[in-house]
């Protein structure tokens, strides 16, 4: 738990889930949406969790990254409301979705999105690493390999999905796609610079650092 003393309109719930299907993560994240859209005095929201296999697709996604058909792959493939293209998620990565009511921190999406970045760049450094933002790309990057990708909706200014952050992750699920779209810049996961690192180790820092960079009292809701 991490408290001081700013105002009730800095709180924000933590979710910290360990495995949960994709579908059952999105029906979550919508109703927590739609509930704030009808009261925006509810408190913001993180939920930090880790998906079984899932390959999803954003709204404007074309399936020209995909390198499986689509209709007999036996993949489990999501097309979802946030923006970007392909991405990949499993055990051994962790996904934060904040559901934050932006009129309380700032109404700019390009803002809401280095923000997102400078979280996983904060969480890295404390491993010593020096994660990069590339221009014109969304998304943090370790000597040009992107370990965390980044795609969110935003509704009345309020916000869903949000990012991923490559821990320790059978890579080879990637294989299978264009991730995000970016055909000369390959993934890759903090295991492959620190070998035994663990997403419980990591979990506590996205949560302190998502609390710093936001401004925000995270409180664990159980």
């Not at 939920?47 to 489990?76: C, M, R, W």
């Amino acid at each position: 738990m991490i408290r001081s003393n700013r105002p009730p309109d800095k709180r924000c719930l933590l979710y910290d889930k360990k495995l949960m299907s994709y579908t059952d993560a999105h029906v979550w994240q919508r109703s927590l949406l739609a509930e704030r859209i009808q009261d925006p005095s509810l408190d913001d929201v993180l939920i930090l969790l880790e998906h079984p296999p899932v390959y999803t697709l954003g709204q404007g996604a074309t399936p020209e990254f995909l390198k499986f058909d689509l209709d007999h792959s036996g993949f489990e493939v999501h097309r979802v409301e946030r923006g970007g293209e392909v991405t990949y998620h499993c055990p051994g990565q962790l996904v934060g979705y904040p559901i934050l009511n932006l009129q309380r921190h700032r109404k700019d999406l390009h803002w809401y999105l280095r923000q997102l970045e400078e979280v996983i760049i904060r969480v890295l450094a404390i491993y010593g690493l020096v994660g990069d933002r590339i221009p014109d790309f969304t998304g943090v990057w370790l000597e040009n390999r992107k370990v965390a990708a980044i795609g969110i909706k935003v509704s009345r200014w309020i916000t869903m999905h949000g990012f991923a952050l490559n821990v320790c992750p059978d890579m080879t699920g990637f294989q299978h796609i264009v991730p995000c779209g970016i055909a000369d810049k390959p993934v890759a996961s903090l295991a492959e610079w620190i070998p035994d690192i663990t997403c419980e180790q990591v979990r506590p820092h996205i949560v302190q650092c998502f609390a710093d960079v936001f401004g925000l009292d995270v409180i664990e809701f159980t």
